[in-house]
């Protein structure tokens, strides 16, 4: 059984850098396909960025300023982001998408 563990969240102030991290079980290495997505109170949660194997793609709201990976020797998932805006403000999510497994989430505010 998959299992999804986000960390990382925080109160940042705009231009901040954050680095979350997603702890991954049950996975397979090498067979992966994850993605990490957030969602304001009220709207659609939706693709922050996404990974699988060395092809990334990212919302156009995170390009230049976000960057995936991965750390297979320990199974994480990554999201370092930089240059926060109070626009990023939002819950967190990790998620295999093979699996459509997904954490429970970490918030990440951006404000003064």
């Known amino acids: 059984q998959v299992h999804l563990v986000e960390s990382g969240g925080g109160l940042v102030k705009p231009g901040e850098s954050l680095k979350l991290s997603c702890e991954l079980s049950g996975t397979i290495p090498g067979v992966q396909h994850l993605g990490w997505y957030r969602q304001v109170p009220g709207l659609q949660r939706e693709m922050v960025a996404t990974?699988?194997?060395?092809?990334?793609s990212y919302a156009d709201s995170v390009k230049g300023r976000f960057i995936i990976s991965t750390d297979d020797t320990n199974n994480r998932l990554y999201l370092e982001m930089k240059s926060l805006k109070p626009e990023d403000t939002a819950v967190y999510y990790c998620?295999?998408?093979?699996?459509?497994?997904w954490g429970q989430g970490t918030q990440v505010t951006v404000s003064l």
């Open positions: 998620r295999d998408l093979v699996r459509n497994a």
């Open positions: 990974i699988s194997g060395p092809l990334t």
